[in-house]
């Protein structure tokens, strides 16, 4: 005997009613930020903290598009002149403007249930509740994990349209030892640039790069200062530049940051009893400085400083963390599965606000 409810076979109804449940409940917690703190080995998030909650640009289209302004020298378009009464005129065109493009790229995650699980179907609602509270953890934990990686690292090649375009693909290192340092006009690979600007054919397209032997105020502080004024550009035009987010910040290895706490202690007379008294408070021209423990094994050691207003995320419009409702699996018609997709990409719209100081490779 088939027992049927509204003309559905009850346990259909019991089914939608769980995903009507979880769908709901996903909904709620959403709403109440509940994955800002994140449950893992890893002592912080910063790349998610800063960039996927702050700097952040929603764009339409397949494809996220600016102009930069870049000539050969100081004079733009070279037609300004003194001139004399009854002068002739002459005029000449000269194109600066080059059109940079970022293709997002696609990340999901998820996490699955059976309808038949026990505490869905005879637990208490604070037990359906936090059952699905931990099935949401599990799947934000694995996409913020691959998220703060993928923002240190960059992609294996100008062929690897699959991994997002990170720092160390907008930010490169020094080649050679430049004294205090210079905007080293170099490509991040062979044929491969960066929002398909070729910095050798536009050498203003480049970040300053510098590189130092020790964490000490005259080697690599000193440094930091002078990248500091040479990134510190201040146009004589009102532009309306593309703006990501805004403020700067410098990120750096565990040991690297430890060792910048050493020196302020150092210069710093009156600290009290605390031993450790300037651990989290150290600042450089009054921006943070971050420890990025996934640097820890970069044995450059780099020290980024980051102009946020020309560097962040893009992201599709309607496809921030989108997460679906959930979706009955193929060949398992009791399981359930919701999925949590996003499609951006890192960039970089001014390269000359941003600076990478590190040692040497080994």
């Known amino acids: 005997m088939n027992i049927t409810q509204n003309g559905s076979p009850l346990a259909d109804v019991k089914a939608k009613e769980i995903d009507d449940f979880v769908a709901a409940t996903m909904e709620l917690l959403i709403a109440k930020g509940k994955f800002t703190n994140l449950l893992s080995d890893r002592n912080d998030y910063p790349a998610v903290r800063e960039i996927m909650e702050k700097h952040k640009k929603m764009f339409e289209g397949e494809d996220w598009t600016f102009d930069v302004a870049i000539a050969e020298n100081n004079t733009g378009n070279g037609t300004a002149k003194f001139t004399k009464l009854f002068d002739t005129d002459s005029s000449n065109r000269v194109d600066v403007l080059k059109r940079g493009r970022v293709s997002p790229r696609f990340v999901t995650a998820n996490y699955t249930y059976d309808v038949r699980e026990k505490v869905l179907n005879s637990g208490s609602k604070v037990q359906r509740i936090d059952y699905v509270n931990s099935k949401m953890v599990t799947m934000y934990q694995s996409f913020y994990e691959l998220m703060e990686l993928a923002f240190w690292g960059k992609p294996n ?203 040497a490779s080994a």
Request: glycine residues 6%.
């Open 157 to 359: 090649g100008p062929t690897d349209d699959v991994t997002p375009e990170g720092i160390k693909f907008w930010l490169l290192p020094a080649t050679k030892s430049t004294g205090m340092g210079s905007f080293e006009a170099v490509n991040p690979g062979s044929n491969w640039f960066r929002a398909g600007i070729d910095s050798t054919a536009n050498k203003r397209w480049a970040n300053w790069s510098a590189q130092y032997e020790a964490v000490t105020a005259a080697d690599l502080v000193k440094k930091m200062r002078y990248a500091a004024r040479k990134t510190l550009f201040r146009s004589p035009l009102k532009i309306g530049e593309p703006t990501l987010g805004k403020g700067r910040a410098i990120y750096a290895n565990t040991e690297t940051v430890m060792n910048m706490e050493e020196i302020l202690e150092a210069q710093n007379m009156n600290l009290g009893n605390d031993l450790a008294s300037k651990d989290g408070k150290t600042l450089f021209k009054g921006n943070p400085i971050y420890n990025v423990s996934t640097l820890d094994d970069d044995t450059t050691a780099p020290v980024y400083m980051i102009d946020w207003s020309t560097f962040g995320a893009c992201v599709l419009s309607g496809w921030d963390k989108k997460v679906s409702a959930p979706k009955e699996v193929a060949n398992q018609h009791n399981v359930r599965a919701v999925f949590l997709d996003a499609s951006f990409n890192f960039a970089c719209t001014n390269l000359r606000n941003q600076a990478v100081i590190s040692k």
